[in-house]
């Protein structure tokens, strides 16, 4: 696609119950981030993707959240038993990955609420 | 890991007016990107600028790798320049940018 693209744009969901939140990255990209943020705040690190290569997981804060990347393009990310304090937008990136730290193109994110 | 730090946090102008945004960053970097957001979330790549100067109509950056720090130059603002902008440095050795807080900053007609 011309841009990455998320969904969805908006989940509401009870506290204990799991989501899953999908990216689709620009086309041909290999680099793949999830960022999140909190209301106000800046960007969180949570997970990157490069090629085939193993993830870089040292952003996830917890062992209930997680992520895959099927066959180099979608990612998902998951999030089990979900927290009030995992109220915020998660934001998906994607980059060329061919330089080191080659520009950010984001999505225009998940705006997830627990209640 | 690298600290990143933008200033003012805060900054507002009428229209017209002229703004430099500062980034500082603890680390020697290979790489640096300013962001803007505008008010409805959507992040946009302004800069992608890992030394030198780059200027892109009324925006323009400088990066001062040696010295650790960023300038984003904002003249003759306008309202939709209104948002956060942020900037973003990937610690030496990784492809994982940081990003500071941010510089939010309310441009009045």
């Known amino acids: 696609g011309a841009g990455v693209s998320q969904s969805p744009s908006n989940k509401v969901t009870e506290k204990g119950k799991d989501v899953e939140l999908r990216c689709d990255p620009i086309s041909g990209h290999t680099a793949l981030y999830w960022y999140r943020q909190s209301l106000g705040q800046g960007l969180e690190f949570l997970i990157y993707?490069?090629?085939?290569?193993?993830?870089?997981k040292s952003g996830l804060p917890s062992d209930r959240f997680s992520a895959e990347r099927t066959g180099g393009s979608v990612s998902t990310l998951t999030i089990q038993r979900t927290q009030q304090e995992d109220s915020a937008v998660y934001l998906c990136?994607?980059?060329?990955?061919?330089?080191?730290?080659?520009?950010?193109?984001f999505g225009n994110g998940t705006r997830l609420t627990v209640t | 890991g690298i600290q990143v730090e933008q200033s003012p946090p805060d900054l507002i102008l009428q229209e017209g007016a002229n703004s430099t945004l500062r980034c500082n960053f603890s680390d020697s970097v290979n790489n640096l990107q300013w962001f803007h957001q505008n008010p409805w979330g959507q992040l946009i790549n302004l800069f992608y600028i890992p030394s030198g100067t780059k200027q892109n109509g009324r925006l323009s950056a400088t990066t001062v790798a040696t010295e650790r720090y960023s300038l984003l130059y904002i003249s003759s603002s306008q309202t939709t320049d209104s948002g956060v902008y942020f900037c973003?440095?990937?610690?030496?050795?990784?492809?994982?940018?940081?990003f500071g807080r941010g510089t939010s900053l309310i441009v009045h007609p």
């Open positions: 973003a440095v990937p610690s030496g050795g990784s492809y994982i940018p940081t």
């Open positions: 990136a994607s980059s060329s990955g061919l330089l080191m730290g080659s520009p950010l193109h």
């Open positions: 993707f490069q090629g085939n290569s193993a993830p870089d």
